[in-house]
């Protein structure tokens, strides 16, 4: 693995290098090893990407099956609650009569029953049968869909929400180009996904404690950076791009009975110990948590879209 990480380190910009980064940058950094790939983070957008990224079989077959009977008491229990509250309210903030949201990656729908209770339609879409099978013996609308999907027509929905969502998608940029086309002008953008910069700064001391999988990096790290570089180019004016309240449950895994388990609960309670802080004194507004969201706004075409 050292070799693979000497072969993408210090790839000039300007040569003949296919590019490795969704910008089409190759010029990239080593950030190290996750799972058994090497991590780069390019040197234009500040994009952390997977070198070696699962093949769209492979994660259909995890997020298909696997996934569910894994995350299942979490995606159905209260652990999200405070963070789906939290979303809808910055969704009636911004737009104050109830509209039409559609979740990308649902899962079990508990971020659409939270939006039926605001007397907002929530749609959701998600690849698990048994997920999406949940979602409607509540009464939900959800489908069983991958993103991008011709469920929608063009700019018929008022907001678009990828909740823990868009850093797992093999070509995040095509979902958001496809959350660009069914939002209506002007329509409201919510992205919630782990801080790629400090998960990436912390992946190192943590394994050297043990405790290396508690850096969470799937197939891309997300930055203010890189949200700042990309967003404006798919037609995304950004609101802010902050700390996200960090879930109020044990979510994904906290108690698989491992001996990090502690551990775990430990950075729990520190992590919304640290958030409280950051809420007080409104540093929040930076991203400085473990979890970073961004609020951003459609802008039609012909107003700053770069491509
Ligand atoms: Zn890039």
Known sequence: MKDQLQDVRDVP????????CPCGASSVSAMGVCGRSALLRCRVCELVVRARMPL???????????YWARFQAEQTGPARDNVHAHVLNWLAQAHPEPGTVVDVGCGAGAFLARCREREWRGVGVDPSPSAVAYATAMGLEAYVRSW????????????????NVLDHLRDPFKALLEAWRVLRPGGLLYIRVPNGALHTRLMAPLSVI?????????????????????????GFAVRAVRTAP?????????????????????????????????????LDRLPLGPSIEVMAVKVPLGTGRGR
Not at 148 to 161: G, I, K, N, Q, W
């Open 246 to 282: 960090p879930s109020q449950g044990d979510a994904y895994g906290a108690g698989d009975g491992s001996g990090g388990a502690v551990f775990r609960r430990f950075l729990k309670k520190a992590d919304q110990s640290l958030y409280a802080v950051l809420a007080w004194s409104g």
């Open 13 to 20: 910009a300007n040569s003949a290098a296919p590019s490795l």
């Open 210 to 234: 043990g405790f290396g999988n508690l850096s969470v990096v799937h197939l891309y790290g997300f930055s203010r950076a890189a949200f700042r570089f990309h967003l404006p180019r798919l």
């Open 56 to 66: 769209q079989e492979e994660l259909d077959a995890r997020y298909c099956g696997e």
């Open 148 to 163: 991008p999907s011709s469920l929608l027509e063009s700019e018929t929905v008022d907001a678009v929400t990828f909740i």
